[in-house]
C-alpha cells in the first residue's frame, strides 16, 4: 500500500522511496550513484547559506516561521538588544519577503493554497509534488524560487548556448510535470497556467512573475518519460548506478586510478 503523505513525512526516505518527485528525478539524471546513496541513507547533501535562505522565504508564505526558527536557531542572534532577529548575512531574507509582499501583482499570483501535496501515477509510477501556491478557482499554480541573479545568464551544455536560470536548474521540467500532477490529480482534462514567482538575493532584490512554460509542457513530459525507464531501473536495482565524477557525493568518495592528460580536464565539465 503506498504511504500516505503529510507534512512530517514528505521528504522521509520512505516516502522518497515509495515515490518519484521532481527533485528525486533530476537527481538520478544528474548523478545516478549520488541520487541512489540519497536515497539509502548513505548522503546527505550539505545545507548551504542559500538553500536556508530559501527555506525561510518559503517558511514565511507558507505560515510556518515560527517553527521554522526552532528547527533553525543558527540563523538567529540568541543575545543582546537584537536577540531572534536574523544574523547579518542572512538578514536579506526579510528583504526578500518584503519586496514580494509590497508588490501587488505578486500578493495576487500567490494567493491560493498553500503547500499542497498531490500524488498520482504517472509514467507507471507514484509521483509525489508539494505546490507552493495551488489557485483551483483561477486555475493556475506558482512556485516561489530565491535566485542569486534573474537575468544571470549560464552556459547551457545540453542547449550549446546561454540559458536563463529557468533552464539552467530545469525549472521547465518541474513546472510541466506539477502541471500534469495537478492534472490527474484533480480528473481534468487540461492544464493549470504554470508560474514562477522569482526574487533575487542581491541587497535590493528584484522580482519577477515569470510565465510561458504552456507550449512547453507536452514535449517536457515526453523527454522526462524517455528517461523514466533507467531511472526506475536504478532505483529498484536493477541497474547499477552510474557515477559522474563531478559531484559533491563523487569527489568525496572517488578514487584516483591512474593520471589524467591536461587536455582531457575540460571533457564533460
Not at 536548474?169 to 504554470?194: I, K, T
Not at 509542457?217 to 532505483?235: F, H, N, Q, S, T
Request: with cysteine; hydrophobic share 40%; net charge negative.
Amino acid at each position: 500500500m503506498t504511504l500516505a503523505l503529510t507534512n512530517q513525512n514528505y521528504h522521509s526516505n520512505e516516502a522518497n522511496r515509495e515515490y518519484m518527485s521532481v527533485s528525486q528525478f533530476k537527481d538520478f539524471t544528474t548523478c545516478e550513484a549520488s541520487a541512489l546513496a540519497k536515497l539509502n541513507g548513505e548522503y546527505t547533501d550539505i545545507d548551504s547559506d542559500a538553500l536556508l535562505l530559501g527555506s525561510y522565504v518559503h517558511a514565511h508564505f507558507e505560515g510556518v516561521l515560527d517553527q521554522f526558527r526552532i528547527d533553525n536557531p543558527q540563523l538567529f542572534l540568541s543575545k543582546g538588544d537584537r536577540a531572534g532577529q536574523l544574523y547579518e548575512k542572512y538578514s536579506i531574507a526579510d528583504r526578500m519577503i518584503e519586496a514580494l509582499e509590497r508588490d501587488s501583482f505578486c500578493s495576487f499570483v500567490l494567493q491560493g493554497e498553500k503547500e499542497t501535496i498531490i500524488t498520482a501515477e504517472l509514467g507507471g509510477i507514484a509521483w509525489k509534488a508539494k505546490i507552493d501556491v495551488l489557485n483551483r478557482e483561477q486555475e493556475r499554480f506558482a512556485d516561489i524560487k530565491t535566485v542569486r541573479d534573474i537575468y544571470g545568464r549560464h552556459w547551457s551544455n545540453e542547449h550549446g548556448a546561454w540559458v536563463s536560470f529557468v533552464e539552467h536548474y530545469r525549472y521547465v521540467l518541474q513546472m510541466a510535470v506539477y502541471a500534469e500532477l495537478v492534472r490527474l490529480s484533480s480528473g481534468l482534462d487540461y492544464w493549470y497556467e504554470p508560474a514562477i514567482v522569482a526574487v533575487s538575493k542581491e541587497k535590493v532584490p528584484a522580482i519577477e512573475v515569470i510565465g510561458g512554460f504552456d507550449t512547453r509542457i507536452a514535449l517536457e513530459l515526453d523527454l522526462m518519460k524517455e528517461r523514466l525507464p533507467r531511472v526506475i531501473a536504478v532505483k529498484s536495482g536493477a541497474e547499477e548506478p552510474r557515477r559522474c565524477e563531478r559531484c559533491s557525493y563523487c569527489r568525496s568518495t572517488r578514487q584516483v586510478s591512474g593520471m589524467v592528460h591536461y587536455m582531457d580536464l575540460l571533457i564533460g565539465s
